[in-house]
């Protein structure tokens, strides 16, 4: 079971049942669902996740993680719960897609050690397909329009600007980018087939502003945010690399457990001296710098 963090932004988690409160779709294949979860919501930080599973079912037997989006209120400034957005993929996702307002579903979390990216100017925040879901409370929380977690001696720095740059294969998959508008980001989009924003990857989306502002992505005042396929994770880190811009990335391992017994969702990360071990996303991620990772480790046996 996770421990609390040295400076308590990331206590123990609960396990819970919690109500879903709205429930629809918002992009091709895409939901967003409401919980009523105050215990959840209070602590959840920018970048945690939850297990989510169909309350007293055994099929499908697993629960599944689902990154929190964000939290809100009703009548007062607690959180009262938090929204996950989700693609349908698979048994879970396909049978939790049918569920209306009403159904109880069985939530453990706040999981995970969530973003900490470094103090910046700008902060970009770099999104592929479902990746979004893990960006948006870290970017309204470094504008100052938000605030997460329930502990007062956790930092969250201010950044002067959020860049949120999210790539996907086509105009219908994305949902909700007004969310990232609302809140004061400055959004731009790059589709594979045109259909909307930039044609091409989002590293050719980041190409393009790199060269439209490049005092904006200098290493001193730039830092970079990241979640998607691991492809193109890949990409966007050697790309930050290339160019010494910090960069954290939230790897989208499949997981069990979520709570670092079964270890299934590990990942190859650096030590100090230059060697790699196996890391459970669940407990020491799913956020690492990027420059820690091992791609692909059977290169490196």
């Known amino acids: 079971m996770n421990t609390p963090c040295e400076d308590g932004c990331c206590p ?43 309350h007293g079912r055994d099929d499908p037997l697993l629960a599944r993680p689902l990154a929190v989006y964000d939290t809100f209120s009703e009548g007062s400034h607690d959180p009262a719960g938090f929204d996950l957005i989700y693609t349908v993929h698979g048994r879970f996702t396909r049978a939790l897609s049918r569920e209306p307002a009403g159904t109880q579903l069985a939530v453990w979390g706040p999981l995970g050690n969530g973003f900490s990216p470094p103090p910046v100017e700008h902060l970009v925040l770099v999104a592929g397909g479902i990746g979004q879901t893990a960006l948006l409370s870290l970017g309204k929380e470094r504008l100052g329009v938000a605030r997460y977690g329930n502990a007062p001696e956790r930092k969250a720095p201010r950044a002067r600007r959020v860049s949120f740059l999210w790539g996907a294969r086509t105009a219908a998959a994305f949902g909700e980018a007004a969310d990232f508008d609302s809140a004061g980001m400055e959004t731009h989009l790059a589709t594979i087939d045109g259909s909307t924003g930039l044609q091409g990857t989002v ?7 790199i060269a439209s502002e490049p005092e904006s992505y200098r290493p001193e005042t730039a830092a970079i945010a990241c979640c998607g396929p691991e492809p193109m994770m890949e990409a966007v880190a050697a790309w930050s690399e290339q160019r010494g811009i910090a960069c954290q990335v939230s790897l989208e391992t499949p997981m069990a457990c979520g709570i670092g017994i079964c270890f299934t969702c590990v990942a190859a990360v650096r030590d100090a001296d230059g060697s790699w071990d196996y890391r459970r996303t669940c407990i020491e991620g799913p956020v690492f710098d990027a420059a820690s990772l091992v791609w692909h480790p059977a290169d490196h046996r």
């Open 203 to 209: 590293v050719d989306l980041l190409n393009a502003r």
């Open 12 to 54: 123990s988690p609960a396990s819970t049942v919690a109500e879903i409160r709205d429930h629809r779709q918002v992009a091709e294949g895409t939901f967003r669902v409401r919980l009523a979860c105050p215990e959840i919501a209070a602590h959840a930080v920018p970048g945690q996740f939850v297990m989510v599973k169909l």
